[in-house]
């Protein structure tokens, strides 16, 4: 399975689900490879859970178009497989570089569905240059995920059918993610967090549209809590650039600096150790779509502090499950945080809530669900496409291609 995390925990989850629900699912994610580490030359082929797993090895071929190609000469040679056993076959893209358009343009005998996930997107929406080749990608799929509004509307904005977007949020495994309370002293001693602390979970990488510096910037207003609060990031850690030096200078030198702890990447299958420990998770996203991290925590009976963005506005009930913050304001992060850690009474009645709203409307048996409609509803649009437009040429170039 590709590295879990963000999409590809959506890919993996939603596949998990899809299977158990009947559905032959395969997953295709290039395998990150490096001349420098023969191990990487070859493409691995698996099983996971259930789920047929190819993974195509890029090592001998630069960063572009011939990576891109690799990836759809694998593709087609499963689909020719697959037709054999297959009335219909589904062609679900979840990359928003150029891997799935070059696919998706390449194997026009699909039902062809992309989930625009990413905040990459609206930041390319924000440049009206982009629109042309934005629209010209999104025109290769019969119907389009999205797993917040706000992404669904910045859709529409570039003309592609309103009728043919569907919102379908983010799920989360609520049996993995959910309240222990019988483990939860024993993960704090062995992690080393005094009982009686409040700890502050946030789980996010350390990059600009995560805000995460935000957070580290709010910690110098909670002084009075300096006994008693630990607080935990836990996230990806690419490299240390000015970013992430000065989001770790401003948690450290915070009154509260010495409960501090950045613990870098944290595996997949670890995760939920955290939310078990914490009190409050902290979301201070710039941007975002329906948070899987946020999902987590809610799900893990762990009430958000979050920003007024994007999907998490319709994830979070502002003071019924959780509380909402403006974005990039460390003060209204703190202030929200203060009235949280003292109350400790509303903690448990916004987690219990939390948690209740996120088993009704946020599992991946539902989304699946609502996935495998989707798929049903585009496969009449996909035949109309493939009666109008003739096969591609082999030789034409990938669209919207990224080196």
Known sequence: MPKIGGVATHVHELARALTVAGQQVCVVAPRDSSWRQPATWLSRHGVTNGIKT??????SLPRGWGQHWRVCRYVKRLLRTLSRHCASIVLHCHDYEAYGHYVAQHCPQTVRIFTNHTSTFLQDFDNPATHAQLRRNL???????????ELADRTAALGYPADRITFIPNGVDTERFRPEPSLRDAIRCELGIPPNHTVLL??????PKNGVIDFAHSLRFLAQYVTQTTVLFAGNQYSFDSYERETMAAAKHSPLGPSVRFLGSVPNAEIHRLYTVADIAILPSLKEATSISGLEAMASGVPLVATRVGGIRHLVDHEVDGLLVEPGDPRDLARAITQLIANPNLVAEFGRRARQKVCQHFSWTHIAARTAGVYQQAAPIASLRRAKTPPPSHTSSPIGARA
Do not use: E, F, G
């Open 54 to 59: 190819v993974q195509p090895s890029l090592a």
């Open 139 to 149: 025109d290769l799929y019969d119907w389009i995920i999205t797993p917040s509004q």
């Open 202 to 207: 946030c789980a996010r990488r350390v990059v």
